[in-house]
């Protein structure tokens, strides 16, 4: 199996073990611990390659032992996600758990999952609302109109906002400075 690339992150636990360091004491405090996620432990030339040389406060957040250095509190969260994982594909793997919640999962459908299209006014008026070309929002409006309000790969639009933002919103569709006084 591949490695966890993610462990949880106590934001609030982080700033309060980190209030009395200097910002750059933080940022190679923060380097290692994300170097230690991914070699699992560190060796005193991975603290010495960020620190550059010994810092008592950044040092003492590590245990030493057997010529590795980690951080205790990593290490068991790290240790503690992967319990969680295994125990959620062990649930997986087994037939008795995982097949029949599968079979008794039911959609539910909200207003936001039901699509309602906009009017060419209406894109319009948002193109020039986020400063882009009227006749550009005309042009995917007539797109979108034209397919059925589905995408390039024929899947249906679901949110007609975020499909202009993402595709047709580019630079070249900006009002240019000098219309955008004017424009109205």
Request: a positive charge; glycine letters at 4%.
């Amino acid at each position: 199996m591949a490695k966890d690339p993610a462990l949880l992150f106590y934001t609030n636990d982080f700033l309060a073990g980190t209030y009395t360091m200097t910002d750059e004491q933080v940022g190679k405090y923060i380097r290692l611990l994300c170097l230690q996620h991914q070699k699992i432990e560190l060796t005193k030339k991975d603290m010495m390659n960020i620190c550059k040389t010994y810092d008592k406060d950044i040092f003492e957040k590590f245990e030493l032992e057997n010529g590795v250095y980690y951080n205790v509190r990593l290490r068991e969260e790290a240790n503690r996600r992967k319990a969680y994982s295994d125990s959620r594909r062990k649930n997986r793997e087994s037939e008795k758990t995982y097949v029949p919640h599968m079979e008794t999962v039911t959609e539910t459908v909200t207003k936001a999952d039901v699509f309602k299209k906009p009017d060419l006014k209406n894109v319009m008026d948002y193109f020039v609302a986020n400063g882009y070309k009227s006749d550009i929002g005309a042009k995917a409006f007539s797109y979108y109109e034209t397919s059925g309000w589905k995408d390039s790969k024929g899947k249906p639009v679901k949110n007609w906002k975020q499909k202009m933002i993402g595709v047709w919103f580019k630079p070249e569709n900006k009002i240019p400075p000098q219309e955008d006084k004017n424009w109205k």
